[in-house]
């Protein structure tokens, strides 16, 4: 019974990590250096991470500075950027790259305050999954006689109380990125 706790537990964190590099790449209107995490740069032939070939930077709560690690590179990471359609408008200046973060609308506000619900339940329902995915393990080692009745529906409880607390964290999360977004 240990095990599948021990189980249920560390599947669940893994599902609130999840969620928490889903919340990182939602656009706040705050320059951060993690909304790039997903530019590749043509680097000599390869598609490479940004942060590979250069170092990143905020400087100010609307700017983010891309410093190359070779200034032949600037041209390629300047693509790159306009490439993943980011809507960001970067300004070489022929030593680095600055990005301004223009500040959001309310309107859009809006927009990404219900996209960051939707990724709250999509958080949820995984976890929902986990819980239903172990509560049939319980139940299978119940038939096949490893389980008692009572150990069986202990072993469901404590499984529901993980998973009732794991909700909570993401409910906290969700609430605590939608009033960042919705103050800004």
Known sequence: ????????????????????????????????????????????????????????????????????????????????????????????????????????????RKEIAKSIKKIGEEAKIGLRKIRQDLNNKVKKMEKAKEFSEDESKTCQKKIQTETDQFVKVVDERIEKKEREILSL
């Open 1 to 108: 019974m240990d095990n599948l706790l021990k189980q249920c537990k560390l599947d669940m964190e893994k599902r609130i990590k999840a969620l928490d590099h889903d919340l990182m790449k939602v656009r706040t209107g705050k320059a951060s250096v993690s909304i790039f995490d997903n530019v590749k740069v043509d680097y000599y032939g390869a598609p490479t991470p940004l942060n590979q070939v250069a170092s990143l930077a905020t400087p100010d709560a609307r700017t983010v500075v891309i410093t190359p690690f070779e200034k032949k590179v600037l041209g390629d990471i300047e693509r790159a950027i306009h490439m993943a359609d980011l809507g960001y408008q970067p300004n070489n200046d022929g030593n680095i790259i600055r990005v301004p973060i223009p500040p959001l609308t309310e309107e859009r």
